[in-house]
DNA sequence: GTCTATATTTTGATAGAC
DNA sequence: GTCTATCAAAATATAGAC
């Protein structure tokens, strides 16, 4: 009779690494991008990042919320930043929305995780008390762009909000097709074609 | 010494009614909009249903899942189904877009659940094998509406995908900030506006 | 800083009495 | 068709050895 003879396939034995906690971050955004947040568990993480146990992970955040809260606010606070950047460059409100759409788009092709979780992750499910998109510093900055647009005439005068809402609908709704592939291409492909439909809906005639 | 008074709080004793499928379905729908399907348990479900235990739950649904899918199916037939209908009492693209328009408002004000089901709950996290809504008869209909429109010269010449991308990107949009808040005042109050910046996007000059 | 082992909790689900 | 009781599984989190 033949001995059983065990083979115990280890799927992936990672080297026991010493691991950071921006790779956790950075594991964590790709999973919660991919797959959502509930259908990402610690084990998850862990096994992205190479740890044997999800031991690891909890001398960075205590809890799998906290590393979510992390998330959120570096992209916010380094969203925030390019916006600032972005009016210094710039005079006219024209050019200062084109080149957050340019980022948009940009960051779309090239991190789609982080626009998938800037725009299309609703945090509030998960971080009950996390400030609406409204309320962040970065739209605060884009809603002052366009009232000043109104103001300098380049915009027409509607309701600042309402403006918001009809130029991002177009923005948003088009790198949402792009990335659950309604929309075929790279975002870069859509780009001038979106941001003339955009503008075009707000711009004074 | 006083003596310890158990006080037995009972926060509600639901007189253990009988409970139909569609109540079931009605109570789920109202928690999935509000907190979404991950925040919602079997158990309050049947608290918000009447039921003592969840037990009950499962002489209509196998699983947590099943509630869901039911629900999508309803709510995408009801759909398709007034479509249908729009379609056969209107000739004309715009009139035909108007009237979806019109419905999609009206729900918003009058049964925000079904919006926020329909077009803002990210259902493939919950529904493995849902169709996207890109491929359900609802959106095809829409999307033969446009390219009709597009062939009779009432919308400009632009791939359909891309029409349909900026009209209900600014539909959509407006909704959504309505039902979050964003937009104080009832849907019905920005639907004309709404309307005239969309299909001023995709309409022929 | 990573591991083993385990505690704790929650939730989805089932069996069977009434 | 609703209830009691219970199960099984999964996931978050902790304690302590190495």
Do not use: H
């Not at 959120?72 to 005079?91: A, K, P, Q, V, Y």
């Not at 097709?177 to 001038?192: E, F, H, R, W």
């Amino acid at each position: 009779m033949e001995q059983e003879l065990e083979i115990e396939i280890q799927p992936e034995t990672p080297p026991s690494k010493t691991v950071t906690q921006d790779e956790v971050l950075q594991a964590a955004l790709k999973l919660f991008a991919q797959k959502g947040y509930f259908n990402t568990s610690l084990t998850d993480i862990k096994d992205a990042v190479g740890l044997k146990t999800t031991s690891g992970i909890y001398q960075f955040f205590k809890t799998k919320q906290a590393i979510a809260e992390t998330l959120r606010e570096n992209i916010l606070d380094s969203f925030s930043i390019s916006i600032d950047d972005i009016r210094r460059r710039n005079r006219k409100a024209s050019e200062q929305l084109r080149e957050i759409v340019d980022l948009l788009f940009k960051l779309t092709d090239d991190a789609p995780e982080i626009i998938q979780y800037l725009l299309f992750i609703k945090t509030e499910d998960f971080l009950p008390e996390s400030t609406s998109l409204m309320d962040t510093a970065a739209y605060n900055k884009i809603k002052r762009i366009i009232q000043n647009g109104i103001k300098e005439g380049e915009i027409r005068s509607v309701d600042s909000q309402l403006a918001y809402c009809y130029f991002f609908g177009i923005i948003n709704q088009t790198l949402m097709m792009v990335l659950n592939g309604s929309l075929p291409k790279t975002a870069d492909s859509y780009q001038s074609q979106a941001w003339l439909a955009a503008w075009g809906c707000i711009a004074k005639k």
